[in-house]
């Protein structure tokens, strides 16, 4: 009996250990990589944007432009975000208008997170829960924990495409779905003026993001 | 034009909200906001509602046609479009000329602490009328949680000017008259944008007229009823009006920057908002959550999914839809 609770007391309590020094050691971060692909995509990008965030003034909206760009692609499925933004009318566009209105969208979203995050007085990412979804996706919950101390709330949807992990939507407050916001803006241009419209339109409020006004 | 909205509030309370049934249906679930996400490890749990769901792999649907739960633009009872948008461009004009110079300013010279103090002052003072609505509509948690933020934060908090309540788990609680009406059964009403105010709907800013009306008999203190009105007007889904909190003009003029349609963009954040608080009184109301509520976590406070259209809907057989 002691032969065999010895051993068992002895992988306890060096489990046990490893796990207090993982604690320890590791960022929370860290251990949310370990835990779940999707918390991981999540929580690469609150380090990016933090990073961003740190070096904002010295960077300038262009370098912040430049740096976040590659991020953004690799962390947002944005082709699939601009297909379901478009609707039903991405149907009927040609190729050539597909593209056209996905590079818009590309730009103008990496503008926009180039030109909110510029300055870093303190904030803090947090992120709370993963919760699985029926039909495969994920729902990370995190927290922005501002620099007067309250909590913004933002939970990401996260797919599995391939083999990889993307964010394609954002809820504001945990439930103003960002998707949900720009597919309204998005029917209502394309309604109002067409495909070319909507490029149009995208790359005009992208050069305004960029140029800093 | 507020009197013509006014008017087509009461006929069409005329039409009188219907009253649920099955009163007293079932206990009202405990879980609030914070409740659900109060864990602050990361942790991998299965959602209790398939709130947030997308068609299977859009990219593979055989008609390319993509899909998306709370199709907002499909969904917001908006008939009035083009008398709010030309208010949203006036609006959007004193915004600019004013309101953001103004929130700037303000922003800048009065310390944080300052105007920290005096949002939780004026929202202190909007609690009792939170909290008879919540009464109103038998949502005894929400109303429980209130007078214990009324009190803590009238005592402790120094007369209201520190919101020790929300440190000590009782958040802000939603509680508004037009969120009322709906939970009795007022629930359709057409988008609506005020000027100076900014965007409501017909049935809440009658909600709203009521809740400043009714301060007058409890007391008649002129910052009560302006208490009650920022709140209520902030509540009815202005989220970013600039009139009620001049620190959220910010975010207001950020919408404007980052939207190719700011009426419709904003317009769509406003009813998403909106349309989660009202969610969330009839999953928690005892009248309605027998019908509403199933769920302990409430899907109106973990992601809220507004209403498919009927097409979408078979494309999506998982999602939860909204109660409209």
Request: with cysteine.
């Amino acid at each position: 009996m002691i032969g065999l609770k010895a051993p068992s007391f002895s992988r306890a309590a060096s489990a046990s250990f490893l796990g207090l020094m993982l604690c320890l050691s590791a960022p929370l971060n860290s251990l949310a990589q370990d835990a779940d692909p999707a918390t991981q995509r999540v929580s690469s990008l609150s380090d990016a944007l933090l990073d961003t965030m740190r070096q904002a003034k010295e960077l300038g909206i262009k370098g912040r432009y430049d740096k976040l760009a590659p991020v953004l692609a690799k962390t947002y499925d944005l082709p699939l975000m601009t297909r379901i933004a478009v609707g039903q009318s991405w149907d009927a566009l040609t190729q050539e208008q597909r593209q056209a209105i996905v590079s818009a969208f590309t730009r103008m979203t990496t503008a926009t997170y180039a030109s909110r995050f510029d300055g870093f007085s303190g904030e803090q990412f947090l992120i709370l829960q993963t919760l699985d979804q029926k039909n495969g996706d994920k729902i990370v919950k995190t927290q922005i924990i501002q620099s007067n101390g309250k909590p913004v709330a933002l939970s990401y949807l996260v797919r599995k495409t391939g083999n990889d992990w993307r964010i394609i939507d954002v809820y504001l407050n945990g439930t103003i779905s960002e998707l949900a916001n720009r597919r309204a803006e998005f029917g209502a241009v394309l309604k109002s003026s067409g495909a070319e419209g909507l490029v149009g339109s995208l790359n005009k409020q992208g050069d305004k993001l960029l140029a800093g006004s | 034009m507020a009197a013509v909205a006014l008017a087509a509030a009461l006929s069409a309370c005329a039409g009188g909200p219907s009253y649920a049934p099955d009163m007293l249906a079932s206990d009202e679930p405990v879980g609030t906001p914070s409740a659900a996400i109060a864990t602050a490890s990361p942790a991998t749990t299965e959602a209790t509602a398939d709130v947030a769901s997308l068609p299977g792999n859009v990219a593979s649907l055989p008609g390319d046609v993509t899909s998306l739960p709370g199709d907002e633009a499909s969904e917001v009872h908006d008939p009035m479009e083009k008398m709010n948008r030309s208010t949203f461009e006036r609006n959007q004009r004193f915004n600019r000329a004013v309101v953001y110079p103004v929130a700037k300013a303000y922003i800048n010279t009065v310390p944080e602490p300052v105007r920290n103090s005096v949002e939780n002052f004026t929202q202190n003072l909007s609690e009792p009328m939170t909290f008879a609505n919540d009464l109103l509509q038998l949502r005894v948690g929400a109303a429980v949680a209130t007078l214990g933020r009324f009190t803590l934060n009238s005592t402790v908090g120094v007369g209201g000017l520190f919101d020790v309540a929300s440190k000590h788990d009782l958040p802000e609680q939603s509680g508004d008259f037009g969120q009322t009406l709906y939970v009795w059964g007022m629930r359709k009403s057409p988008y609506l944008v005020v000027p100076l105010i900014g965007p409501t709907n017909v049935r809440d800013l009658f909600g709203t007229t009521v809740d400043v009306a009714a301060t007058i008999p409890a007391g008649g203190l002129l910052p009560t009823q302006y208490a009650t009105a920022v709140n209520n007007v902030s509540v009815a889904g202005t989220v970013t009006t600039p009139m009620s909190k001049l620190g959220e003009a910010d975010q207001l003029k950020q919408l404007e920057d980052t939207s190719i349609d700011p009426y419709i963009m904003l317009r769509s954040v406003v009813q998403q908002k909106r349309q989660a608080e009202l969610q969330e009184a009839l999953e928690t109301s005892a009248w309605t959550a027998g019908r509403y509520g199933t769920n302990s976590v409430s899907t109106a406070t973990l992601l809220k999914t507004p209403a498919l259209n009927t097409k979408e809907q078979d494309l999506v057989p998982d999602a939860v839809s909204g109660v409209q």
